[in-house]
């Protein structure tokens, strides 16, 4: 349903000593309200239980004076139209005020409240009420429902300060029966009064107050500004053109005896809102934050004081209708937005002159990695984008003007692309981050040789940064490889940083730990298995001195543990494998564990 916001506002009272406001702490005095809602300066406290000790009335409760009003106000109106109807009271956003709307003429048979409020006032919110915030906030817990209102029902207001500040409050009516009945809405008739209801007007409007009375002898006018009322010299005729905010009294003379009316009349301030510069809405971001341009609008008027609001078009920002969310979701293309500044005092007292352009502008995408690397034997190495675009500028932290650029010194590099059309502009920026490494090292390359379940540990000079693969197989993260079998072998370890790999070839062969040549047929013999898997291989057997004690080959691959007929001690003996590779070269295996025992 379409919002209308705010047909008739009432200034708040803070600082303003020089008007008495209008206020009633007992239902059954309670202010009586029309089309123009009545200047209040706060409550004062509570007068009689309207509730008769009750512990609560609606969402209303007791407070710790033990019933349920607390610096209470009470306030009444008549409809006068169909459709949809509600109210804004505005307050101090450091202050809690609370809320019950009774439909009932008769106070000492409310019923229960036909919308109620009782949240604190945590997030600090300028207005609760009835129907919607009219600053656009949609996530404000203190509002109730629209009420859907017929001419002639009767409601009472009760508002309560359960703050320990009380700056005061106004009241604001709005809803769609104040647009088709902008005069009438709320039925003045409940106000018998010769002068109306209180008045609220725009500073530089004229007010003429009209106490024409058919048998009238005389007319005397007087003007209270805080002091008491004194009279106003000169004015004698049936109306009185006033300009200042005050309580006006007059008193008609007539022969059936004399009539005495007070009333009160006060001016808001005139907004002026301020030019508004063009914005860019950003593509990637999901809503764009109108409350950035408010200091914009206002200047150097206070926020306390006026409601900046935004709308779609010119009639909705004139009529205070449909305000944007302050969060508005960005759409595509460029819109028109219609800026209204409004008086939290008077909703009349507004100025909708200015509007501004929200273009949505393409936010440069920055899609490359924030991390590089710098090879220990590189010169350089390119950052940035490959492909920029030419209606970006570019601007790097350390000054180049380019979507990239080439480093040779590890660091952060920020850029920053900013894409402008009409003076508006979306930017985007991104740190890459370079770090140095270098190409990989095989330390050592550990063989658990058990005959046809070997395992084969890869230790690098940094295990955790190298990716590791097995012949022809994939990379792994891992630097063990298990179940191999024997022969020969290619180990390659990898810099995925792109700083280049190493590849070693190793044999895989089987051979015990230790023998025992003691003629008993068990483990008699020393011997490697797998070596015939390799081209013309040759096993020299050492002692720990280094002296040649046998030399073994693929057909004679056994050594009985003695030199020359004779046995030799117990002891740990060597031995090296040398074999012919693929190239024709012959190869001493590596990083095999060399090492056995002879024991007797």
Same mark, same amino acid.
């Given at each position: ?43 004062? @406290? ?86 919607? =915030?009219?600053? @656009? ?11 859907? !209102? ?15 500040? +009380? ?7 709005? @809803? ?5 009945? #902008? ?134 920002? !004139? ?67 490959? +492909? ?30 900013? +894409? ?103 483990? =008699? ?9 390799? =081209?013309? #291989? ?63």
């Amino acid at each position: 349903m379409s919002r209308f916001i705010i047909l008739w506002f009432v200034l708040f009272f803070w600082g303003i000593s020089v008007v008495s406001a209008q206020v009633s702490s007992d239902c059954s005095n309670a202010i009586p309200i029309c089309n123009n809602t009545p200047v209040n300066g706060g409550t004062t @406290g509570f007068g009689i239980d309207d509730f008769n000790s009750a512990a609560t009335s609606g969402c209303l409760e007791q407070t710790l004076s033990g019933v349920i009003e607390s610096n209470s106000a009470w306030y009444r109106f008549r409809t006068g139209a169909s459709g949809q109807l509600g109210f804004n009271i505005g307050i101090d956003t450091l202050e809690d005020w609370d809320f019950a709307l009774y439909k009932s003429n008769d106070c000492n048979n409310l019923g229960e409240p036909v919308r109620c409020n009782f949240f604190d006032n945590q997030d600090e919110n300028t207005f609760v009420g009835v129907g919607e =915030d009219p600053s @656009g906030n949609t996530e404000n817990v203190q509002y109730e429902t629209w009420l859907e !209102v017929t001419p002639g029902e009767d409601y009472y207001l009760l508002l309560n300060n359960f703050s320990n500040n +009380n700056s005061g409050f106004s009241i604001q009516f709005s @809803g769609h029966i104040f647009v088709t009945n #902008p005069f009438d809405a709320l039925d003045c008739s409940i106000i018998n009064n010769l002068l109306g209801p209180p008045i609220a007007a725009c500073e530089n409007e004229t007010v003429i107050l009209d106490a024409t009375t058919v048998d009238a002898l005389s007319y005397s006018w007087f003007i209270d500004l805080g002091s008491g009322f004194t009279l106003v010299s000169g004015e004698i005729g049936s109306t009185y053109e006033v300009s200042a905010s005050a309580n006006y009294r007059v008193e008609v003379a007539r022969s059936a005896g004399n009539i005495i009316s007070d009333v009160q009349v006060f001016f808001s301030t005139m907004p002026v809102a301020n030019s508004v510069s063009d914005d860019a809405s950003c593509s990637g971001l999901a809503v764009y934050d109108l409350t950035k341009k408010d200091n914009e609008v206002l200047g150097s008027q206070s926020a306390n004081e006026f409601l900046v609001s935004y709308h779609l078009t010119m009639t909705d920002a !004139v009529d205070g209708a449909n305000a944007l969310p302050k969060q508005y979701p960005t759409q595509p293309g460029s819109q028109t937005i219609y800026v209204r500044l409004t008086s939290i005092g008077n909703s009349r007292c507004f100025d909708a002159s200015q509007q501004f352009q929200l273009v949505n502008l393409e936010t440069p995408s920055l899609d490359f990695s924030s991390e590089a690397f710098l090879c220990e034997d590189n010169a350089g190495i390119t950052i940035g984008l490959e +492909n920029g675009s030419s209606n970006y500028t570019y601007q790097w932290g350390s000054g180049e003007t380019t979507p990239s650029i080439v480093v040779s010194v590890a660091g952060e590099y920020k850029l920053t692309a900013t +894409n402008t059309q009409s003076g508006l502009s979306c930017s985007a920026a991104k740190v890459v981050n370079v770090l140095t490494s270098r190409p990989p090292q095989i330390i050592d390359i550990e063989i658990e040789d058990l005959r046809n379940n070997n395992t084969i540990t890869v230790i690098t000079d940094n295990l955790e940064e190298y990716e590791y693969r097995l012949d022809d197989g994939a990379y792994q993260s891992g630097h063990k490889f298990y179940q191999v079998e024997p022969g020969m072998h290619t180990v390659s370890v990898n810099n995925p940083k792109g700083c280049g790999d190493v590849t070693e070839g190793i044999v895989v062969v089987g051979f015990p730990k230790f023998f025992t040549p003691n003629g008993d047929n068990s483990n =008699d013999y020393w011997s490697i298995t797998g070596v015939e898997l390799l =081209d013309s #291989p040759v096993i020299t057997i050492y002692d720990r001195f280094g002296k040649l004690l046998a030399q073994l080959g693929s057909t004679d691959s056994q050594w009985d543990g003695s030199l020359n007929g004779k046995l030799l001690p117990e002891s740990d003996y060597w031995f090296k494998l040398t074999y012919t590779a693929g190239d024709g070269q012959t190869v001493t295996a590596k990083y095999i564990n060399n090492h056995f025992s002879l024991k007797r």
